[in-house]
């Protein structure tokens, strides 16, 4: 297949930056879409220009690591997938491919498609924990949960802080990524003693951190390749108006 | 020459951990704060270390190349996690799990090691629920096991096929606890350059901030690696594209041992390679074959769709080959029966690299909504990758490099042969002996980071308590930084033609030409030859675009290739020394009529750790030999 690529680089968090196009003309449909950037790479080497910058590490999709824009979508036009999963054979020759950093205010662009997303793990440093010290916990039979919560609790929990949610949102809003946490531990006996501190900090800190609002558009949902539910969101806000 | 001593406790097995915990001296809580620890590794074993020595009080900083903690390739682990809790009454008990580990791993690992691994694992399931980990429950919504390979007990705790991901999200739960508290500072996108010794003792690390691309140097009372494995040695495998053993080799090189560093798994099952493009290999969870039946056609190149092919005309070679155990057999030998039906061409799809893993029985048997209940997300991420859907016909799959048994020699304290340097997880050799039993690396790294370390450690740091703040100035973080800066010149400045990946290729398809499922003395000899000229290919043909001083990932990636040259020949030399078969190494020459390994426990039941001597000298072999008190040594048989 033959690609033309439009590709976003920025040499830094400063830089402004812009898209450059490349021409890819033996890309193979077998070939993943991150493969397809190292083959760019590659020959940009040995052209001796300088390679474009991506965040990627296990390369099946449960990282959380890669993320970009590409065509419009957050990890492309495939729903329910990480841009590592996502195939060159949903590509046409001949076709035109934009592929972009996220675009969110909390995210500020490192270098080409590399964001910061620091402000996520800050979120969880608030509260996305419970408060229990290596060696007191009790037989873990001992805290019986029913398999629907336990089962629910886990489709919560399966979130990989990729930020798709967020480059999906009109606003920014962190709500999906924040709710998913606050589900898991809602769901769970263990997590309910902590529940209204947590639901507090973790609100405040993704306030304090520049995410926007809900306005209940669900792009986050249908962008989401873990497919968390826009369900968790309505959980956060009954978790946090019980807390206040 | 240094003696190895691996400080194993006195008295009966299931003692010595009790006894040593009663005598194992101790750090008051108000030292505690003023002593310093470096975590590198944020995966379950430095996830775990960092949250339980934070809640003790100790001032722990804690590094990773990801930008998140939570990406630590742990959180790709599928199956499950053991624990001899023996929730269903099936004979399971710590005995049982050890005698297992040390059976699986072909009586190659240490007794005391391997029961105190056993021990602690009831607590790690404990401690992960109390997180609010979600494992599977059953209907009266206590927690639900299944079965994994070189096994009869049903002994595995799981997340769907997310184990990993949830038990690391757990880990990652805890250590945010930490830094809220402060006890923790976190310190991402950061690489390990160097180890720093001061009089002999671990005292520090020189990193690469990745993002600016600053050199900086971080001090600390001790150093603990859980830097994880090197499995991506043969460029394809398992672990995560940026995986690494450098700074694991950095610290063999500053005097650390290497033990084992040959036995390295390769998994049965993943699928294959489908292109020459491809990246990495995706798994697919031994957990599989508690309900997938693996087989290839009982005919030479028998092309027909899997589904067309009867009954009577397929090979269930496993199950053939070892009756007891069928499907569940251990890796190691599971790979060995695949490569051999694939060289023996009656291997599946375009390439003859595969065999099926048919779950059509199961899914007669128990419907689908059970089998996607069990492994729905596997499914899934199969038909993804393949376009193919296993609930409609067998998955194709092939072994592939997954786990390393070998790593960092350490002793009973988890302590390597550097004072204040400790290595914990898959970074360190102590547990699988010659082969890893599946389930069982996530309970060791949790075991390690929350409750063997925390308590080990404090043995070394009571006699730190009058050093006082260790300064960055020292000439030996000057002398540290000046290595790590001229490395990076001398790489800057090659100026050749290729980008490190093409090497790192190269390497990886020798390593598994000569030196993978299995070996023999010719291969060996030869690849020494092929990594030599790849070395030196590298260090006149390498490119990398840009500058040093700012966010440069050629530059990430090649300095990790200069050190797997070192590292694969290390391994190559491991696995020359080695004149037997045991677990994961297989040598040609030493195998049995119907084509079993055969162990030399005469000349090789020992550890092979071994030691730097400097650029361009051999290595040099020390042997701890192995003493096993409570098991009886035999011909390990699954049939
Ligand atoms: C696909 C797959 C599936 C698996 N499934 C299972 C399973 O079902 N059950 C099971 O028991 N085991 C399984 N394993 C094995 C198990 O997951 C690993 O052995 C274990 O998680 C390793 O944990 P760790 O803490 O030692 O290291 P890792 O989780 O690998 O973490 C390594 C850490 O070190 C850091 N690091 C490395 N080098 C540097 C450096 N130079 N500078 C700074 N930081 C560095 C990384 O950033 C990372 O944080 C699986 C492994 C794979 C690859
Ligand atoms: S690289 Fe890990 S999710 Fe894509």
């Known amino acids: ?244 | 020459m240094a003696q190895l001593n691996a400080k194993i406790p006195e008295g009966p097995l299931a003692q010595k951990w009790t006894k040593y915990k009663a005598s194992v001296k101790l750090v008051n809580p108000a030292n505690k704060k003023k002593l310093e620890i470096i975590i590198v590794g944020t995966g379950l074993s430095g996830a775990g270390a960092a949250s339980a020595l934070g809640e003790l009080g100790y001032s722990v900083k804690s590094f990773c190349y990801q930008d998140s903690p939570r990406r630590a390739h742990s959180v790709a682990a599928q199956g499950g996690i053991n624990a001899a809790k023996n929730y269903q009454n099936d004979g399971d008990s710590i005995y049982r799990l050890f005698y297992d580990m040390i059976k699986g791993g072909d009586y190659r690992a240490r007794e005391g090691n391997v029961y105190r691994a056993a021990e602690v694992s009831n607590q790690v399931i404990d401690h992960f629920t109390a997180l609010g980990v979600p494992f599977a429950r059953d209907y009266g919504g206590t927690l639900d096991t299944r079965s994994f390979g070189g096994v009869q007990v049903s002994r595995t705790f799981y997340s769907s096929g997310q184990t990993g991901q949830q038990c690391l999200l757990g880990a990652y739960s805890s250590l945010n606890r930490q830094i809220k508290k402060g006890n923790v500072t976190l310190y991402p996108r950061r690489e390990m350059l160097d180890l720093v010794l001061i009089d002999g003792k671990a005292r520090g690390i020189i990193t690469r901030n990745l993002i600016t691309g600053e050199i900086e140097r971080h001090s600390a009372h001790a150093v603990i690696l859980a830097t994880g494995g090197y499995g991506t040695i043969y460029y394809l495998s398992t672990l995560a594209v940026n995986s690494n053993p450098s700074a694991a080799w950095k610290a063999h090189k500053k005097g650390a041992f290497f033990a084992n560093p040959s036995f390295i798994q390769i998994h049965p099952t993943s699928v294959p390679q489908l292109n020459e493009f491809q990246s990495k290999l995706t798994l697919m969870s031994e957990s599989l074959r508690n309900d997938g039946r693996m087989w290839v056609p009982k005919t030479k190149g028998d092309k027909r769709p899997a589904n067309d092919i009867p009954e009577d005309e397929r090979d269930y070679y496993l199950e053939r080959r070892y009756p007891t155990f069928g499907n569940l057999v251990p890796r190691d030998v599971a790979s060995r029966a695949t490569k051999e039906r694939c060289d023996a061409g009656f291997g599946v799809g375009e390439t003859g690299l595969a065999v099926n893993l048919d779950f059509r029985d199961s899914i007669k048997k128990l419907g689908k909504k059970v089998i996607a209940s069990r492994y729905g997300n596997l499914f899934h991420m199969y038909k993804t990758i393949t376009g193919i859907d296993p609930f409609e016909e067998p998955m194709r799959i092939y072994p592939a490099g997954h786990y390393t048994m070998g790593g960092l020699w350490v002793d009973y304290e988890l302590m390597t042969t550097i004072p204040g340097l400790f290595a914990i997880g898959e970074s360190n050799f102590s547990d699988h002996g010659a082969n890893r039993l599946g389930a069982s690396s996530l309970m060791q790294a949790s075991g390690d980071g929350y409750f063997i370390i925390p308590v080990t450690i404090n043995n070394y740091l009571s006699d730190e308590i009058r050093t006082g703040k260790i300064s960055t100035d020292r000439a030996e973080f000057e002398a540290a930084e000046k290595d790590s800066v001229e490395r990076i010149n001398k790489l800057m400045s090659i100026k050749g033609k290729q980008n490190a990946s093409s090497f790192h290729k190269k390497l990886g398809k020798v390593m598994w030409d000569y030196c993978g499922m299995v070996r023999n003395e010719e291969g060996l000899k030869k690849a020494l030859v092929l990594i030599e000229e790849l070395r030196k290919e590298f260090w006149s043909d390498l490119n990398i675009p840009g500058t040093e001083a700012e966010l440069n990932q050629e530059l990430e990636k090649a300095g990790r290739v200069a050190d797997y040259f070192e590292v694969a020949e290390l391994l190559v030399t491991d696995a020359l020394n080695r004149k037997e078969s045991c677990g994961a190494h297989f040598r040609e020459e030493y195998q049995t009529a119907d084509g079993e390994a055969m162990r030399n426990d005469e000349n090789f039941s020992y550890v092979a750790a071994w030691e730097y001597k400097g650029a361009g000298e051999p290595h040099i072999l020390h042997k701890e030999e192995l003493h096993f008190e409570e098991v009886e040594v035999k011909v390990r048989s699954y049939k």
Request: charged residues 25%; aromatic residues 8%.
């Open chain 1, 1 to 244: 297949m033959k690609l033309t690529l439009k590709i976003w680089r920025q040499k830094n968090a400063k830089a402004a930056g812009g898209f450059v196009t490349y021409q890819m003309n033996d890309v193979s449909p077998e070939m993943a879409f991150l493969e397809m950037l190292d083959a760019l790479n590659k020959k940009l080497v040995e052209e001796d220009k300088e390679p474009i910058a991506f965040d990627h590490d296990c390369r099946e999709g449960i990282c959380g690591s890669c993320g970009m824009y590409i065509n419009g979508h957050p990890h492309g036009p495939v729903p329910a997938i990480t841009t590592c999963h996502l195939s060159m054979r949903f590509f046409k020759d001949g076709e035109t491919v934009w592929i972009e950093p996220w675009r969110a205010k909390p995210f500020p662009v490192i270098r080409d498609l590399i964001v910061d997303r620091t402000a996520f793990d800050k979120i969880q440093f608030a509260g996305g924990f419970i408060s229990i010290n290596t060696g007191g916990a009790p037989e873990a039979n001992l805290i019986p949960v029913k398999k629907e919560d336990s089962d629910n609790a886990f489709d919560s929990a399966v979130c990989v802080g990729c930020g798709a949610c967020v480059a999906a949102c009109k606003n920014a809003s962190a709500m999906l990524f924040v709710s998913a946490k606050i589900s898991q531990f809602a769901l769970l006996p263990q997590g309910r003693i902590e529940a209204r501190d947590r639901v507090r900090s973790m609100v405040e800190k993704m306030d304090e951190l520049g995410f926007g609002n809900c306005s209940n558009t669900g792009a986050c949902e249908a962008e989401c390749p873990k497919e968390i539910k826009i369900s968790n969101i309505a959980r956060l806000n009954r978790e946090f108006y019980k807390a206040y």
